[in-house]
């Protein structure tokens, strides 16, 4: 089976988002994942002098590889400068650089105002000079699409001008993003045919939306490897997805890939936090939703033989399937969700319980598993879920010192009154709580991810959802909501239901003695 490399420029091309800029550490912690979990082939981690900053970073990464031997693997960005892009990436313990030349006559002509000749001469100066220097060479055609399309003559004699130059990787960028898929592959075939000795990466950008279709076309054609981002980073609308490329090539190109499948959600999620930009819910492979059958239909055809399931299945890459509740939920959607809470109900019950799922469903857009306790005890008119409330709250904010929150707290019929004081109301609030919890033995999950929305629309006054993520001592994860004019008493609401669930747990624990 063929073998195609996957460069990820996640660290120099990504890092070009409006917006977003990594730390030294960041960086390296995603250099780590890229290439000692993830596995990728490649990875190209900076442009060469842009900031003292990046000095630092490029040299924590270049000195934490040489240690885990992937040195070889590291790649920076650099310049026809006269040899201080190789100077600096020498310095930082670089041992590859990936040099940038002209690949369309109007970059050469417009931008550098030099004839194809003298830049080609300049070219093959840089080249020597980093050999000289022990860099190993790759070479950028920067706009090699515009120039394969508008001057192919000035692509083609660029090539044969260095023949023998001793460039291990030419990497072709659709530096703009406008090729479609039959371009790709006509044009990358031509290259590949007219210069059967050289080795072709490609570099997609993803305008109009075609990165990965791009990238396909180009194995098809025959590259030996293809650039890609994490989150589809980059500039403008972005590079291709390292995700949705690596899958692609595996299950519709047949073709060896070394990237371990298993850690590309979780390095999904670090780059999203570090970058601080949010990935779309239904982002493929990587986005929370995308392995959550919404359809009671899909439901029950995945009950009765997995009819609506593919070669995307979410153990392949860590995950797990849910089924979501909500106004298009069945039977079997509700069913697969009791199931996962080891909670069973009479059909009476059962089908009380659904009917209250599809009625919240209608106001409210998600229903998670973890809200089902409380509807299950809302129907039903149990107190299962009813160990811990919240009888009264009052918090006191002040600009120059830290806030107090007062709290009078049931728990299992007894009432306690405290006080905690923390950096914000609801931190206040925790800390209040924390201490109730201790006298039962129950640990407070940790806060992961809390998030606050009100409705489309909505004015000042309008109420608000507190959505808030929890992971206890075990690993376990938990998302409970809460609802309020107040966005601080939301976040309590929300800190209750969890209080709860846990109490519950708790309950269901066998006792000593």
């Known amino acids: 089976m063929r073998r195609v490399e996957i460069m990820d420029t996640t660290l120099r091309d990504g890092e070009q988002t409006q917006g977003v800029s990594f730390s030294p550490a960041e960086k390296l912690n995603i250099a780590k994942a890229l290439l000692g979990q993830l596995r990728v082939d490649r990875i190209e981690i900076a442009s060469a002098r842009v900031s003292e900053g990046e000095r630092e970073a490029v040299t924590a990464v270049l000195d934490w590889a040489a240690e885990a031997g992937f040195v070889e693997r590291v790649e920076v960005l650099g310049f026809i400068d006269g040899g201080k892009s190789v100077d600096w990436i020498r310095a930082c313990g670089g041992r590859v650089i990936n040099l940038l030349c002209k690949g ?10 030099k004839s194809l000749d003298q830049h080609l001469e300049d070219v093959r100066r840089a080249i020597d000079l980093a050999h000289e220097r022990g860099l190993r060479v790759n070479l950028y055609l920067e ?7 508008d001057s192919p003559d000035y692509v083609f004699t660029l090539m044969e001008g260095l023949h023998g130059a001793g460039v291990e990787h030419f990497m072709l960028p659709d530096t703009l993003g406008v090729l479609t898929p039959d371009q790709v592959y006509n044009s990358l075939s031509e290259m590949g045919e007219r210069f059967p000795w050289a080795r072709f990466d490609f570099h997609p950008h993803n305008d109009y939306g075609l990165g990965t279709a791009n990238s396909l076309m180009a194995v098809k054609a025959g590259v030996s490897a293809v650039h890609c981002t994490v989150n589809c980073l980059g500039e403008r609308a972005g590079n291709a997805s390292l995700a949705e490329v690596v899958v692609n090539l595996r299950d519709r190109m047949e073709v060896e890939v070394g990237v371990d499948e298993a850690h590309l959600a979780t390095l999904s999620r670090m780059v999203e936090n570090f970058a ?10 990587v986005g929370e939703d995308v392995f959550t059958q919404t359809s009671g239909i899909h439901a ?13 299945t979410p153990e392949r890459f860590a995950r797990r399937r849910s089924y979501a509740l909500g106004k298009m939920s069945g039977k079997a959607s509700l069913q697969k969700n009791l199931e996962r809470l080891d909670i069973s109900l009479s059909p009476e019950n059962f089908d009380k319980v659904l009917e209250r799922v599809v009625k919240l469903g209608d106001s409210k857009k998600t229903i998670t ?117 107040n966005q601080v008493f939301a976040a309590m609401h929300a800190a209750v239901r969890v209080l709860n669930i846990r109490m519950h747990q708790a309950s269901r624990l066998p006792k000593e003695g």
Not at 276 to 285: D, F, H, Q, T, W
Not at 300 to 312: R, V
Request: charged fraction near 25%; hydrophobic fraction near 30%; aromatic fraction near 8%.
């Open 143 to 149: 706009d090699w699409s515009n120039g394969f399309h």
């Open 300 to 312: 029950d055809g995945d009950k009765k033989g997995g009819l609506y399931q593919t070669a995307l």
């Open 276 to 285: 601080g930009k949010r990935l779309a819910e239904n982002a493929p492979i």
């Open 369 to 485: 598993s973890e809200d089902l306790p409380f509807i299950i005890a809302e129907v039903l008119e149990s107190r299962d879920y009813d160990h811990v409330k919240l009888l009264d709250c009052t918090v006191t904010s002040s600009m120059p010192l830290v806030s107090t929150a007062s709290i009078r707290l049931e728990v299992e019929g007894d009432t306690h009154l405290v006080t905690g004081q923390g950096n914000g109301g609801f931190d206040a609030f925790m800390n209040a709580v924390r201490k109730v919890m201790k006298r039962y033995s129950i640990t407070v999950p940790q806060l992961t991810d809390y998030e606050v929305r009100i409705p489309k629309g909505g004015k000042s006054d309008a109420l608000t959802e507190c959505a808030i993520d929890w992971e206890d001592e075990n690993g376990r994860s938990y998302k409970t909501r809460g609802v309020h004019a």
């Open 104 to 113: 369309s006559e109007k970059h050469c002509s417009g931008q550098l105002g």
